[in-house]
C-alpha cells in the first residue's frame, strides 16, 4: 500500500514538474545571437513559433552594431549595441516561413546574416504561383542589353514633360500588362513607330515613355520603394544608385578574382542608362525576387512582400527618369 | 520503511531535476548528426566564407547522394546544373579527388536551400520530403533545375 502511495507521489512530482518546467521555459524568450556572416551570422538561424501565440525574442549582438527585422511582418528593424540585448515579442496571424535578417552593412557578406522563423498553425495560406518573368516566359539572366544601339540620351527623360503629350498616347502604352513586359527602349521604338507621335522629337517620346513608367506607380507607392531601396539596396549599389555603395570597391576586387564569372561581381550600376532602359520591368522585378545567379546580388523575395518588390522596382527605374512635378 | 521512501521520493525528484534542466539547457549544434567534410579539404576561398556557406560546401561535398536529388532555384539550370549538387562541386575524379563549384559563394538561394535540406534531414525527413519543401518554397522565385 505504502509502496503504491510512493509511485502515485512520484508521478505527481513528475506532472508537477513537467508542468512547472514548460510554464518556465515557455515564458523564457529564445535568445538570438548576432555576429557578422563570416563569424556565425544569426544564432540560431531556425526557429519555431505557432500562429496566435506570443514569441519572445532577446536579441543580443556579440560583436558589432547589427539589426534585426522581419521580412513580411509589420515591425520597424530593431537596433541592437554590441553586449546590449534587446527584449521583443512577436505574434504572427498566419502560418509559413517568415525571414529575419540585418539590414545593417556589417561586412561584404552581411546579406548572409539571415534566418526562418517557421510559423505553424491555422490560418490563411497564400497560393504560391510562379514569378511573373515565369509566367511571361522571359529568361532572367539572358543578357538584355545586346539588342539595341548604345542609348545616349540627350537629356533625363522627364514625367511632367511627357504629360504634354498625354492625350496623343495610345492608351495601351499607358496599362500594368504593356508596363511590366516591356523594357522603355523597347517602348521607345514602337512609341516612335507611332503616326500620332510623329511630330514628336525623339527626347520627346522619351519623355512620354518617362511619362508612362511614371503611371504605373503612386506617389506612396514610390516613397515605399524609396525607403526600401536605401534600407536594403543602397549599401551595394549606392545611395544614388551609382553602383558606389560601401562595398562596392570591395566587391569589385572580388569579381576581378572570379575569373569565370562566378562569385560576387560588382553591383549594378543604376545611372548607366543601358542596365535599366533596355530592362523590362518583369526582369527587374524577377532579379529582386530571385538574386542574381551567384553573383552576390541576394534574393529578396523571402523578405518583401510582391507589392514591394513592384513598388522597389518602379523606384529604380527613377535613376533615369525625372518624376518630379509629374503625378500618377 | 519511511526513511526508505523518503530517500527514494528525494533521488527521484532530483533526477527529475537534472534530466529536465539538462534537456534544455543543451543547445544543439547545427552540424552536429550531419556528415560534413572536412574544412581542410575546402579551397581558400570557401574557408573565409561565412559560416554558413562553408557549412553548405562541407555538407555539399559530404552527401551528394541527398543533394543530388535536391533541385537548385537559382536559375542556374541554365549553364548546365542539374541539382543543388551542381553549385557546389563540378566534378570527382575516379580517384574521389573533388573540384568545387565556387558558384554558391555567390549564390543566395543555393546556399538557402543547402541549408534547409541540412535542417530538414536532422528533423528526419525523408530526401523527397525534403525534395517537395525546397518545390514548395522556392519555385515562388524561379525555376527548378532538375526535370
Known amino acids: 500500500m505504502k509502496m503504491r502511495r510512493v509511485v502515485f507521489l512520484i508521478l505527481v512530482c513528475f506532472a508537477l514538474i513537467g508542468l512547472g518546467a514548460a510554464w518556465i521555459f515557455s515564458s523564457q524568450p529564445i535568445t538570438i545571437h548576432a555576429r557578422i556572416a563570416e563569424d556565425g551570422g544569426f544564432m540560431p538561424s531556425s526557429i519555431k513559433a505557432r500562429v496566435g501565440e506570443p514569441l519572445k525574442l532577446r536579441l543580443i549582438s556579440d560583436d558589432v552594431e547589427h539589426t534585426f527585422a522581419v521580412g513580411q511582418y509589420p515591425m520597424e528593424s530593431v537596433f541592437l549595441k554590441p553586449n546590449e540585448p534587446v527584449e521583443i515579442t512577436l505574434i504572427f496571424d498566419k502560418p509559413g516561413a517568415y525571414t529575419f535578417y540585418t539590414t545593417t552593412p556589417s561586412s561584404m557578406n552581411f546579406w548572409r546574416m539571415r534566418g526562418t522563423i517557421e510559423v505553424v498553425g491555422s490560418g490563411e495560406t497564400q497560393v504560391s504561383k510562379p514569378p511573373l518573368y515565369v509566367q511571361l516566359g522571359l529568361e532572367l539572366d539572358a543578357d538584355h542589353e545586346s539588342g539595341s544601339e548604345h542609348i545616349e540620351l540627350m537629356r533625363q527623360p522627364s514625367a511632367a514633360r511627357g504629360a504634354a503629350f498625354a492625350s496623343q498616347i495610345p492608351v495601351v502604352y499607358l496599362t500594368r500588362d504593356y508596363y511590366v513586359a516591356h523594357s522603355p527602349m523597347e517602348t521607345f521604338e514602337e512609341l516612335r513607330a507611332e503616326s500620332a507621335l510623329r511630330s514628336l522629337s525623339d527626347e520627346e517620346i522619351w519623355d512620354v515613355v518617362a511619362y508612362s513608367w511614371r503611371k504605373n506607380i503612386s506617389s506612396t507607392a514610390w516613397t515605399e520603394g524609396q525607403r526600401l531601396y536605401q534600407v536594403n539596396c543602397a549599401a551595394c549599389h549606392g545611395e544614388n544608385g551609382a553602383g558606389d555603395g560601401q562595398f562596392a570597391d570591395e566587391m569589385k576586387a572580388s569579381a576581378e578574382q572570379n575569373k569565370d564569372e562566378h562569385g560576387i561581381q560588382a553591383p549594378t550600376d543604376f545611372m548607366d542608362a543601358e542596365h535599366l532602359l533596355e530592362a523590362k520591368p518583369a526582369i527587374v522585378q524577377g532579379l529582386i525576387l530571385r538574386g542574381g545567379m551567384g553573383t552576390g546580388m541576394p534574393m529578396w523575395g523571402s523578405i518583401f512582400t510582391e507589392e514591394q518588390t513592384w513598388n522597389l522596382t518602379a523606384y529604380l527605374y527613377s535613376f533615369q527618369f525625372e518624376y518630379q512635378g509629374a503625378t500618377q | ?147
Open chain 2, 1 to 147: 520503511m519511511i526513511s526508505k521512501t523518503r530517500k527514494l521520493l528525494f533521488f527521484s525528484l532530483i533526477a527529475v531535476l537534472l534530466t529536465t534542466a539538462i534537456s534544455a539547457c543543451s543547445t544543439q549544434n547545427k552540424t552536429s548528426d550531419l556528415n560534413m567534410a572536412p574544412m581542410s579539404q575546402m579551397p581558400a576561398e570557401v574557408q573565409s566564407a561565412p559560416v554558413t556557406v562553408r557549412e553548405a560546401y562541407q555538407f555539399a561535398a559530404a552527401n551528394p547522394d541527398v543533394m543530388k536529388n535536391i533541385p537548385c532555384y537559382c536559375g542556374c539550370g541554365d549553364i548546365g546544373h542539374t541539382s543543388n549538387y551542381s553549385c557546389y562541386v563540378s566534378g570527382v575524379d575516379d580517384k574521389g579527388k573533388v573540384t568545387f563549384d565556387n558558384h554558391a559563394l555567390g549564390c543566395s538561394i543555393c546556399v538557402d536551400i543547402t541549408q534547409d535540406a541540412m535542417r530538414l534531414l536532422k528533423e528526419g525527413k525523408t530526401v523527397p520530403e525534403i525534395k517537395a519543401y525546397v518545390d514548395a518554397t522556392y519555385s515562388k522565385y524561379g525555376t527548378s533545375n532538375m526535370p
